[in-house]
Nanobody, 120 residues
């Protein structure tokens, strides 16, 4: 099994910054993509950003230029640096990781979610 532990959420004023972290542990053989999703109240979960094993990144249009995703493969950790935060960024942020476990089975793991609240 693969477990994800997120940290870094909190309350910040508009224009401020936060950095989210997500560490993967367990029976990991390798990790393919790592990503962040978010879900605001009464809205569907949406992709924020993801990063592949070769470092390629993709961002939602709403966060381009403000958020940066990165990963530390040695630590099995993905980060999301969020700058110039807006009230509409308020949501629960979830980490997602895909890869193969030590039995060569594919896994698709989710973190427990971390609340990000941006006040105006």
């Amino acid at each position: 099994q693969v477990q994800l532990v997120e940290s870094g959420g909190g309350l910040v004023q508009a224009g401020g910054s936060l950095r989210l972290s997500c560490a993967a542990s367990g029976r990991i053989l390798n990790i393919f993509s790592m990503g962040w999703y978010r879900q605001a109240p009464r809205k569907q979960r949406e992709l924020v950003a993801f990063i592949t094993s070769d470092g390629s990144t993709n961002y939602a249009d709403s966060v381009k230029g403000r958020f940066t995703i990165s990963r530390d493969n040695a630590k099995n950790t993905v980060y999301l640096q969020m700058n110039s935060l807006k009230p509409e960024d308020t949501a629960v942020y979830y980490c997602n990781v895909d890869g193969l476990d030590s039995d060569y089975r594919g896994y698709h793991a989710w973190g427990q979610g971390t609340q990000v609240t941006v006040s105006s």
